[in-house]
């Protein structure tokens, strides 16, 4: 017979309290048949003449089952390995349930704990124990993670963020001129084959189709500018093209921009036609400064592009490299929704022509009609506020934030005081590593750990006998040699 995954009990024996099975075990102490005290409590006829054996045997009995007599570990040492597991996903090195599994087995056999025959065998905890630590543990799920560069990952970090906020903040307390000089500029991609939305087909059928343009689109650049007052300005389009015609803009939004490079990317050489429409429409001069925030591509920080927005009053504040999926407005609540609504609008597009393919001629259109639905001032001025523009906040993001970063951050070198022995006033060594006192975690990352995951390896953990090895002591949390 199988067991089920998760057991439902299909009787009540076994759940009588304590105090209610003292009461008929008193009864029958008194003198009343077994079989009327269990009719009169509401119990097992069996399993009262078992604890009034046990009762007489010793009063201070626990008259009720023990289903603990084969649990692995104890709620605090599961509460540990879940602490673990969390604050692993958080530094983007989660682990796997096969992993988790392994891990379990390690822990039995590191604190020496008796387990079942079966994870023994198999050198891993078994399935059933895996889906009932989800359930004892609901802050905890089987997630298909974001692929994270390892760029990305460690670029955002402490000390790059407060660098960058260094320059921001006292360049908008200089202006003193509100969220209305605050602007955020970005490019995104789109392509007349977007991906595929989820469609109702019927049950069982192995593969479902849905018709696309073509195998492969043609990219085009869409290059955003927002301020933070939630003022979205007219798009600028970069088609792949040498040669602009009019109709790839029919259907934009009115004040667009059209541009054209050979690869739909922006360029340096037409990116200053993208100040120009943005100091139209910003209205700025060198005696009315505005200030843009954006990443530091090549075509933005060409000589010739810093030498236009310097002249124009545009002071040009860049993001930290590979920081821009927190740091950037447009990114955080903009561009998400503009590539929902548009794919969806492209889907609607093919449905509404049949036998006919989206190609670049509608993409303005298409592209200019999500940007409306998307770029609305509710969800610009909560990018602002979401990456500590505006309002300016240095510290919006919290310490659980910086912790990919932590897998390779190092301590600041520390300069070694001269005693009063030198000689010849010889040059201090400084120090290139962490000192066996020194934690290889930032105290702002140190203090969002929990209270007992102290990184330390199995050689310098310092526990007796009798005292659980949590996997904060004997695994450690990911880090770089």
């Known amino acids: ?53 046990k009762y007489r045997g010793n009063p201070a009995v626990v008259l009720t089952p023990n289903y603990r007599h084969s649990q692995v570990f104890s709620m605090e040492q599961e509460d540990t390995l879940a602490e673990y597991l969390e604050t692993s996903s958080q530094m983007f090195h989660g682990l796997t349930p096969k992993l988790v599994r392994k891990l379990a087995y390690e822990m039995v056999c590191i604190n020496k704990l008796h387990m079942p025959k079966k994870w ?72 007349t084959v977007p991906p595929l939305p989820r469609v109702v087909a019927k049950k069982g059928m192995k593969q479902v189709g849905q018709v696309t343009s073509r195998e492969r689109g043609e990219l085009v650049t869409l290059c955003g500018i927002v301020s933070a007052t939630g003022v979205a300005l007219p798009p600028v389009y970069v088609f792949p093209r040498k040669t602009l015609r009019d109709v790839l803009m029919q259907g934009a939004p009115e004040g667009s921009l059209g541009l054209v490079s050979e690869s739909g990317w922006m360029k340096a050489e037409i990116f200053v036609k993208v100040l120009e429409h943005l100091a139209k429409f910003s209205g700025c001069t060198p005696e009315k400064q505005i200030i843009v925030v954006m990443d530091n591509h090549d075509s933005h920080i060409a000589l010739a592009n810093v030498l236009y927005a310097k002249e124009h009053g545009i002071n040009v504040v860049t993001l930290p490299p590979h920081t ?74 919290t310490a659980e934030q910086f912790l990919p970063s932590a897998v390779t951050d190092r301590p600041v070198p520390v300069s070694r005081t001269p005693s009063t022995s030198a000689v010849n006033d010889q040059p201090v060594p400084v120090c290139s590593g962490p000192t066996p006192s020194t934690s290889v975690v930032p105290a702002t990352v140190r203090s969002s750990l929990p209270a007992h995951s102290e990184i330390s390896s199995p050689a310098t953990s310092q526990t007796s006998p009798a005292a659980f090895v949590s996997p904060q002591q004997f695994r450690g949390y990911p880090k770089v040699k």
């Open 120 to 191: 023994a065998e198999e050198k891993q905890a078994g399935e059933d124990w895996f889906s009932g630590f989800l359930r004892r543990h609901q802050t905890l799920s089987i997630r298909s993670p974001e692929a994270t560069s390892l760029a990305r990952a460690t670029s955002f970090n402490e000390h790059n963020v407060k660098a960058y906020f260094d320059i921001l903040e006292p360049l908008i307390a200089k202006l003193n001129s509100g969220g209305r000089v605050i602007y955020n500029l970005d490019e995104t991609g789109c392509t």
């Open 324 to 397: 821009s999926n927190k740091t950037q407005p447009l990114d955080v609540s903009v561009y998400g929704p503009h590539k929902s609504f548009f794919n969806a609008a492209v889907n609607s597009w093919m449905l509404e022509h049949p036998g006919k393919t989206v190609t670049i001629n509608n993409m303005a259109k298409l592209m200019g009609e999500a940007w409306l639905k998307a770029a609305t001032p509710v969800n610009i001025m909560s990018g602002f506020r979401m990456a500590g523009i505006w309002p300016v906040d240095r510290h919006v993001f």
């Open 1 to 53: 017979m199988i067991m089920p995954r998760q057991y439902k009990r299909k009787t009540d024996h076994g759940l009588a309290s304590h105090d209610i099975m003292l009461q008929g075990v008193q009864l029958v102490i008194g003198g009343m048949p077994v079989r009327k005290a269990a009719e009169q409590q509401g119990v097992s006829k069996s399993a009262l003449c078992r604890y009034v054996m």
